[in-house]
Nanobody, 117 residues
Framework: QVQLVESGGGLVQAGGSLRLSCAASGSIFNINAMAWYRQAPGKQREYVAS?????????VDSVKVKGRFTISRNNAGNTVYLQMNSLNAEDTAVYYCNANTVMGLFWGQGTQVTVSS
């Protein structure tokens, strides 16, 4: 089992920045990759970015986030970050972290990001 706890969300003005964190605990040695998703009100959950255990990073192929969001992790590999810059109202959503492991997919509870215009 892997437990994930997201933090760092909040209210920010348009143009501002936030750094989300996702702390993993439990059987973290089984994690192959971790990812960030987001779900805006009334919309489906969408992929944002991911990072593999080897450190490779991937981003959604969308002009909505390209160049503004950066995924990274700590050296221990048990915390993943999402640095979000130049935020706009379209970034308002609940942001979720997940871990892709040999035991399956685990999700955190999410953290709310609200961007005021």
């Amino acid at each position: 089992q892997v437990q994930l706890v997201e933090s760092g969300g909040g209210l920010v003005q348009a143009g501002g920045s936030l750094r989300l964190s996702c702390a993993a605990s439990g059987s973290i040695f089984n994690i192959n990759a971790m990812a960030w998703y987001r779900q805006a009100p009334g919309k489906q959950r969408e992929y944002v970015a991911s990072i593999t255990s080897g450190g490779d990073t991937y981003y959604v192929d969308s002009v909505k986030v390209k160049g503004r969001f950066t995924i990274s992790r700590n050296n221990a590999g048990n915390t993943v970050y999402l640095q979000m810059n130049s935020l706009n109202a379209e970034d308002t959503a609940v942001y979720y972290c997940n871990a892709n492991t040999v035991m399956g997919l685990f999700w955190g509870q999410g953290t709310q990001v609200t961007v005021s215009s």
